[in-house]
């Protein structure tokens, strides 16, 4: 299960990535860290969510965590991180039933 938490969370960073565009290149190394680190919660709350386990306070936290880290013009990147695992869960669904 570590291994699938872990492709899952690498391809939100992936879809982040491309999401935020240049932004990342403002972002410190803390920051950056600090954003993969939270692909990885991001992949585990989607899967809970998904599951209908109650996520709320788990995704706030991770909210909370990324406030500070800003994309160009658009605000926090927590609002383009949980559009990353919508879109990565969106595509897995439609693989698996496809």
Avoid: H
Avoid at 42 to 71: C, F, M, R, W, Y
């Amino acid at each position: 299960m570590a291994d699938e938490l872990e492709r899952l969370a690498a391809n939100i960073a992936y879809e982040l990535k491309l999401s935020v565009k240049g932004s990342i290149d403002s972002w410190t190394p803390s920051e950056r860290a600090l954003v993969n680190l939270c692909t990885l919660d991001a992949a585990k709350i989607a899967v809970k969510a998904a599951t209908g386990l109650a996520v709320t306070s788990e995704k706030a936290q991770v909210d909370a965590q990324l406030a500070n880290i800003k994309v160009a013009g658009s605000g926090s990147v927590s609002s383009f991180l949980w559009e990353a695992a919508a879109k990565v869960l969106k595509l897995g669904a439609a693989v698996l039933l496809g």
